[in-house]
């Protein structure tokens, strides 16, 4: 079964979001790219991707979301800190903040989907069935290649 986004905040969104809200009635495929703001990876190569994949696919057929999923330097990576960020960035989609474990350092979603670190990129199909799970850089044609063939299925 499909897990849910374990949101404290949510950044750049009316309210606080869900996975089916993101799918919404359209039944949008869903791209979910999980971050930390001082992570070199994340700022240099995968925040970059997401804006264009943002801007470039129509957001009746797909969504963007971010996930800042702080797993270390917690003092640094405050939700103040993260609304400048993201202002700074240019960073228009919506972003939640995963939710703090009471008795982990590794953050609730972050758990829940067994992420290695960040970045890493969830993508939902339009019925809301986790495709990919990639942590690290993915290549703009390999993803490209994934949305393109989730899009074009019925």
Known sequence: ?????????????????????????????????????????????????????????????????????????HEAMTPVALRAFLDEYGVRFPVAVDEPSPSAPIPKTMAAYEMNGTPTLLVFDREGNLRLNHFGHIDDLALGAVLGELLAAP
Do not use: D, Y
Not at 49 to 67: I, N, T, W
């Open 1 to 73: 079964m499909q897990q849910e986004l374990f949101a404290a905040q949510w950044f750049n969104a009316p309210g606080p979001l869900s996975l089916a809200a993101l799918r919404g009635e359209q039944r949008r495929v869903v791209v979910v790219l999980a971050f930390q703001m001082l992570c070199p990876g994340c700022v240099s190569t995968a925040i970059p991707q997401m804006k264009k994949v943002h801007e470039a696919f129509s957001p009746e057929r797909l969504a963007v979301a971010g996930l800042h999923t702080v797993f270390e330097h």
